[in-house]
C-alpha cells in the first residue's frame, strides 16, 4: 500500500515536471527530444523477471494518472514520462500523434504510448479520430 | 482606378501566375468528420482545415498557381469571387507560416 502511494505520488511529480518542460520547449526541440530519447543512455540492466513485474504496475500507474489529472498534465506529458520509464527498463513503445473529436471541444490534438500491442495510456475514442504519426 | 491600385491589381495577378504552390511532403495529413487535419512533425504544429480549405489543399496536391486554384473552387462552389479569394490568401498565408505548403516560382 505504501509502494502504491509513494510511487503514485513520484508519478504525478514526474508528469508536472514534463508537463512544464513540453510547455517551455519549442514544438521541433519537443519532437527532437521524442525522437532521440536522450535518456537512453542511463538504462537500468534488469533482469526480466523484474522487467516483467514492473511494466503492468507503470501502465496502471499511467492510467490512473491519466485518470485522474485535470492541471498542469497533457496527454503528451504523460506519454512521454511513459516512454522514458519503459526506455530506461528497456522496453519498445511508441508514441502515437493524432487528433480527437471531443463533444464541446471539437478537433484536439492527442498523443498516446502503446507498448506490447496494449494502450499505456488511453488513445483514440473509436471512430472519433484520426493517426497522424508513430514516434 | 487610381495608378498606384491599378498597379497593385497587375502586380497581384502576376503573383497569381507566377508562384505555385504544393503541398509539403513532410507534412501528415488525414481526414476527420470530412476535413483534413494537417501535422508538421518538425514543428509539431497542427493545422484544422475547413471545408473550402480542405478543397485548396486538395487542389495543391500537384503544383497549381492562385490563379488555377481559384478558377477551381469557383467552378465548383457558389462563391463571390472576393470572398473565395481572400480566404484562398488566408489559407496560404497560414500554411505558408506553417510549413504545411511549398512556394515555386514558375
Redesign the interface.
Known sequence: MRWRWLSSFLIKLADHAIWILVKLL???S??ALIRTRPWQGFRLNLPPQTVALLVPRIRSLLIERSHQARIGSSCLSRALLGRILLDLIDVPNQIH???N?LIGR??V?HAWLMAENREFTPGMLAGD?????IL | MSNSSASDANEDGQAKRLYTYLQSPSI?A????GEI?L?N??????L?LNGSASAIWNLIASKTNEEKILAALLDAYDVDEAVCHSEVREFLNEALEKGMVEVHPL
Open positions: 519549442p514544438g521541433s519537443l519532437i500523434i493524432g487528433m473529436t471539437g478537433k490534438p479520430g484520426c493517426n497522424f504519426m | 501528415c488525414a481526414e476527420l468528420d487535419c501535422f512533425p518538425s514543428t509539431a504544429t497542427y484544422n
